[in-house]
């Protein structure tokens, strides 16, 4: 099929391949494989940047959308590549099962998620690619290989979060848990002052805790608090919280937007997979116009990240919709932001006005760079590509094995030239 005016989710990015395919088979998706010279997956095109764009052709695995496999004795869900979340969350909880974390939207697929190291936020929960315990793959020759966490432990840290230059992964194995309820209460103004002393302690408080602002001032407007809830055990929050008063009405994180997107709030109880994102599957998540930047820290700078950003609220504020705060337990995943560290996530939802927003990035990365800030894969960034080199120790072992998989370059694309082999390309097709 031609692709014509194809762009990603937020229509920030028209991709600038010439045809798209939608293989219905593992077959057809091998022969396209074989018979192309440069090609790419796509998901659910939730990227903000050309991370999943090509000069060659894409190829869609949205028939790929089966859950295939629950293995109830070893706690593993096997899905096909395209699969959502949202779809995946609602038939595990349905069986009594979980994820242990899921992204701030339902709507995007597991292996792109993954491939980017799409996470949630909570102390303890690993990216959503932490749950990966084996995947299959068509690689470059057209061949299907599995690499599992257990028997393939160096190639498959490497591919979990791939950044879609290893292969077309095809299938997923992922752990899950028995379900649980979950419930969400929000407070209101919390001084950003309290976290120089209480950091921990808030993000301690609750399974997954994130904190909105607009950096109108040094106030946190939002403090979401997703609880897991003990059956048949009550519970009261406490009407403050650190300064910070106990919400009375649904919110959604850009205050002036109607809470009617947004997953229950209130204290009350639902499945987790209804409470762990922010948006609902069958509404628009967050604003829908917009643009989208985040970055991820060393945990222990968290405190410094802020009052660096609101020194620099006078930039931030006017261009911004919405700023987030997360938390993310480290992993071993060679290309993951929280690779061998706990992070503190500073996300920033843009109106949609790229120029405006392209200005500000690099004042927010040179004020963030003391503390090694590393950008998320698939949300916009202007760091320069030496720098990306110099935050990721495994960066040179990653490039030896995309150059092992696919020799001839098939899945690089502009992004994967420029930020894992420091080769100047184009600007990409942005507006
Ligand atoms: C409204 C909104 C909210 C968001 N919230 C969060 C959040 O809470 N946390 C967070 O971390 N991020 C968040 N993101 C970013 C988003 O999760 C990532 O950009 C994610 O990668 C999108 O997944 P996708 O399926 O759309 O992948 P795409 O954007 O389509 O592709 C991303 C990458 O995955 C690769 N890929 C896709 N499928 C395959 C495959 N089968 N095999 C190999 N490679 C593949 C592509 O080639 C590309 O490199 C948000 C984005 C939006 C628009």
Avoid at 97 to 109: D, E, M, T
Avoid at 229 to 250: C, I, K, M, Q, Y
Avoid at 405 to 423: A, Q, T
Wanted: proline content about 4%.
């Amino acid at each position: 099929m031609m692709i014509e005016n194809a762009t990603n989710w937020a229509g920030n990015y028209s991709y600038g391949a010439g045809r798209l395919h939608q293989p219905k088979t593992i077959e057809q998706l091998q022969e396209l494989v074989v018979s192309s010279n440069k090609l790419k997956a796509l998901g659910t095109r939730h990227s903000f940047n050309d991370i999943a764009d090509t000069s060659g052709d894409l190829v869609s695995l949205e028939h790929f959308d089966q859950i295939l496999d629950l293995d109830r004795e070893h706690n593993t869900v096997t899905v096909e590549a395209g699969v959502r979340y949202g779809e995946l969350g609602r038939w595990l909880h349905e069986k009594g099962f979980a994820l242990h974390n899921l992204a701030s939207l339902p709507h995007i697929s597991v292996a792109g998620a993954c491939a980017t190291g799409t996470h949630g936020s909570g102390d303890k929960n690993g990216n959503l690619a932490t749950a990966v315990s084996s995947m299959e793959m068509v690689t470059a020759d057209g061949e299907i290989i599995v690499l599992s966490r257990e028997k393939d432990s160096e190639h498959f840290h490497s591919a979990a979060v791939g950044l879609g230059g290893l292969g077309i992964v095809t299938k997923l194995m992922l752990d899950v848990s028995p379900t649980f309820e979950m419930r969400q209460d929000l407070y209101e103004s919390l001084p950003l002052s309290q976290l120089e002393e209480h950091f921990d302690d808030l993000f301690s408080s609750a399974y997954s805790v994130s904190l909105f602002t607009d950096w109108r001032d040094a106030t946190f407007n939002q403090v979401w608090l997703k609880r897991k809830v003990s059956l048949g055990a009550s519970f009261n929050p406490e009407p403050t919280l650190f300064g910070a008063t106990l919400a009375t009405r649904n919110l959604h994180p850009i205050s002036s937007l109607s809470a009617e997107n947004c997953t229950e709030q209130m204290g009350i109880s639902g499945p987790w997979h209804e409470r762990l994102p922010h948006f609902r599957l069958d509404f628009t998540p967050s604003s829908g116009e917009e643009l989208q930047s985040e970055y991820l820290i060393p945990r222990q700078h968290a405190f410094k990240t802020f009052l660096a950003i609101d020194r620099l609220r006078e930039h931030v504020a006017p261009l911004l919709q919405v700023s987030e705060v997360r938390t993310i337990a480290a992993d071993n995943l060679w290309m993951s932001p929280c690779y061998q560290q706990d992070c503190v996530a500073i996300h920033f939802t843009w109106k949609k006005d790229w120029p405006a927003v392209k200005k500000i990035l690099p004042i927010i990365e040179e004020e963030l760079a003391q503390f090694n800030a590393r950008p998320h894969w698939g949300k916009l960034f202007t760091m320069t590509p030496e720098r990306i080199g110099s935050l990721y120790v495994k960066l040179p072992d990653f490039q030896g094995l995309l150059g092992h998989y696919d020799p001839e370059g098939k899945f690089r694309n502009s992004y994967l030239d420029k930020y894992i082999f420091g080769v100047q390309t184009d600007e990409g097709n942005f507006q």
